[in-house]
Antibody, heavy 122, light 107 residues
């Protein structure tokens, strides 16, 4: 059974930092792109960052570029999101998502963790 | 940047009725479109990928259709567990936005 378990969320002041972690199990981690998606309270979904299995390709939402860094440790089956210079608008639940690569070349989030809540407030 | 719009914002139906949800993209997404279902307090679940392929374990009452810029998710006969928010999502071009969602609630 695929499991994705996020941790590291919490309350942080504006300008502060947090590091989110995602522990993956039940599948071959090195076969999949991995992604962070966030959802502000009562709002819709927002794709934040994703990463190639070998770590060589990373992409970011414009509003987090230069502040957030996605990384992975394939030996530990873990995904991370380092979040610096946090703003109030970064307040959200952050989901760790495994991507499925379809035969046509599309990538889709086929397994999601339960998320970890990040609150940026003074 | 591709923008996704979904309609209607809310769909009020009774169990057993047919639900038709629309997603429109501001430019072609080459059929790299997915539909997700989210229930309160839960993570989203992938229903449909590549516009028309059901994900593993998704019941046959869920059907995705469309191409280019106009897509539809049809639920042929609503079950009680289908009342939720549905998001479309394009995977054609970064920054990969989701649509704003359609809430299907009980009439």
């Amino acid at each position: 059974e695929v499991q994705l378990v996020e941790s590291g969320g919490g309350l942080v002041q504006p300008g502060g930092s947090l590091r989110l972690s995602c522990a993956a199990s039940g599948f071959t981690f090195t076969n999949h792109w991995m992604t962070w998606v966030r959802q502000a309270p009562g709002k819709g979904l927002e794709w934040v960052a994703n990463m190639h299995p070998d770590g060589g390709v990373k992409s970011y939402l414009d509003s987090v570029k230069g502040r957030f860094t996605i990384s992975r440790d394939n030996a530990k089956n873990s995904l991370y999101l380092q979040m610096d210079s946090l703003r109030a608008e970064d307040t959200a639940r952050y989901y760790c998502v495994r991507e499925y690569h379809s035969t046509s070349g599309g990538h889709y989030g086929d397994s999601w963790g339960q998320g970890t809540l990040v609150t940026v407030s003074s | 940047e591709i923008v996704l719009t979904q309609s209607p914002a809310t769909l009020s139906l009774s169990p057993g009725e047919r639900a038709t949800l629309s997603c429109r993209a501001s430019q072609s997404v080459n059929n790299y479109l997915a539909w997700y279902q989210q229930k309160p307090g839960q993570a989203p679940r992938l229903l449909i990928y590549d516009a028309s392929n059901r994900a593993t374990g998704i019941p046959a009452r869920f059907t995705g259709s469309g191409s280019g810029t106009d897509f539809t998710l049809t639920i042929s006969s609503l079950e009680p567990e289908d009342f939720a928010v549905y998001y479309c999502h394009q995977r054609s071009m970064w920054p990969l936005p989701f649509g704003p969602g359609t809430k299907v609630d009980i009439k």
